[in-house]
Nanobody, 124 residues
Framework: QVQLVESGGGSVQAGGSLRLSCAAS????????MGWFRQAPGKEREGVAAINSDGFTTYADSVKGRFTISHDNAKNILYLQMNSLKPEDTAMYYC??????????????????WGQGTQVTVSS
């Protein structure tokens, strides 16, 4: 079964940076689609960024220009570089992967496998 393990979360001040990592095991396909999502207390889970094996990426408007998603094919690790962090970025961040590929999407319902999450806290 596919396993996704996130790491790299923590507490930073506004304007700081963090890099999240997601190690994927048993998800070794030549074609893939993976993404980062986040959920703040009392809010619904929302898509942050997604990437596929064709190199296409998509971002939520709220993080465009600040976050960068990437994937190391050799190591099978998904990354999310987060710069210029804001207090509103505070949330639990999850890595996810899709089995059935299609249009790159930030819809959580389109993803089949999820990690346990890593907490990101940004203080003002």
């Amino acid at each position: 079964q596919v396993q996704l393990v996130e790491s790299g979360g923590g507490s930073v001040q506004a304007g700081g940076s963090l890099r999240l990592s997601c190690a994927a095991s048993r998800y070794t396909y030549s074609r893939y689609s993976m993404g980062w999502f986040r959920q703040a207390p009392g809010k619904e889970r929302e898509g942050v960024a997604a990437i596929n094996s064709d190199g296409f990426t998509t971002y939520a408007d709220s993080v465009k220009g600040r976050f960068t998603i990437s994937h190391d094919n050799a190591k099978n690790i998904l990354y999310l570089q987060m710069n210029s962090l804001k207090p509103e970025d505070t949330a639990m961040y999850y890595c996810a992967a899709r089995v059935i590929l299609g249009i790159l999407t930030l819809s959580p319902g389109a993803y089949n496998y999820w990690g346990q999450g890593t907490q990101v806290t940004v203080s003002s």
